[in-house]
């Protein structure tokens, strides 16, 4: 049996009048590859923000690794390497590739320290990783915008993680760059040994990729193997008339990030 390292138990997270995601219970085993999906609005992000230390539950309780501690600071913390969801970059943004994956040290160091030449290698063996070295000293807002994601991930596996937190990553690219950051984590999952979980609404692509996926929409519907949760009654009692399947059985859903 492979060990539980997050664990919701009848966790209930939102905001003063407002539930995002209620009575979830839920667990996420080492070594797993999950994609998380659901509606927008479905409590995606809220997931994400909770396992990360921003959100409290106001009822249940949450784990993370052997800790209940509730601090963003707490060392457990640093234990997950995150990729928010895409934003624009300015093209002049004044930053390197490798000043940018720099900066995923400071969550493993602490407020205080600052990094040295072994920060700087680790820095580089994850540009290494994500196939991104040779772009070292380029501009960050010079790349393309699968190379930026990629950096991102970078910055990401800086940390030393032993989670990869992915929200949305393949939103805003086009679809053979979808593809392409999608194999390298993959990659990641595989020949790193990262416990996975990517959020997404692009179910198609990662339906052959993912070792389970978890349906949400505020509470949760599903989690167990795609051919499980992929049924149309259950996707359309959660997705309803924004949900579309073909003769051959491809899910289409219109659910699209709005910013």
């Known amino acids: 049996m492979t060990t539980p390292i997050i664990r919701f138990s009848h966790a209930t997270f939102g905001f003063p009048g407002v539930i995002a995601l209620q009575d979830i219970s839920l667990e996420i085993s080492e070594g797993e590859f999950v994609g998380v999906i659901g509606p927008n609005g479905s409590g995606k992000t809220t997931l994400c923000r909770a396992i990360l230390g921003l959100m409290r539950p106001l009822e249940g309780s949450l784990q993370i690794f052997d800790c209940a501690c509730e601090k963003l600071r707490c ?10 969801q895409k ?21 493993a160091l602490g407020l205080f320290r600052r990094p040295g030449q072994q920060d700087r290698e680790i820095a580089v063996e994850a540009l290494e990783n994500v196939g991104m070295q040779d772009h070292r000293n380029t501009a960050l807002g010079h790349l393309s ?9 970078a910055r990401a596996l800086a940390q030393k993680p032993q989670v990869l937190l ?11 760059t979808q593809h392409s950051v ?15 979980l990517l959020v997404t609404h692009d ?32 996707l359309r009692q959660v997705y309803g ?3 579309v399947i073909t003769q051959q059985d491809l899910i289409i859903v219109e659910d699209y990030h709005h910013r």
């Open 75 to 84: 060392h457990h913390r640093a234990r997950i390497g995150y990729l928010p």
């Open 87 to 107: 934003g624009v970059l300015e093209r002049n943004f004044p930053i390197t590739v490798l000043e940018a994956v720099m900066m995923g040290r400071y969550g």
């Open 145 to 153: 915008g699968g190379q930026q994601q990629r950096v991102l991930i």
């Open 166 to 176: 992915l929200d949305e990553p393949t939103t805003g690219v086009d679809i053979t």
């Open 182 to 196: 999608l194999d390298l984590v993959q990659h990641l999952h595989r020949d790193l040994g990262l416990t996975v």
């Open 203 to 234: 179910i198609n692509l990662i339906r052959s990729r993912v070792n389970r996926l978890v349906l949400l929409k505020t509470r949760l519907f599903a989690a167990a193997t795609p051919e499980e949760v992929l049924r149309p009654d259950l």
């Open 241 to 243: 008339k924004d949900l």
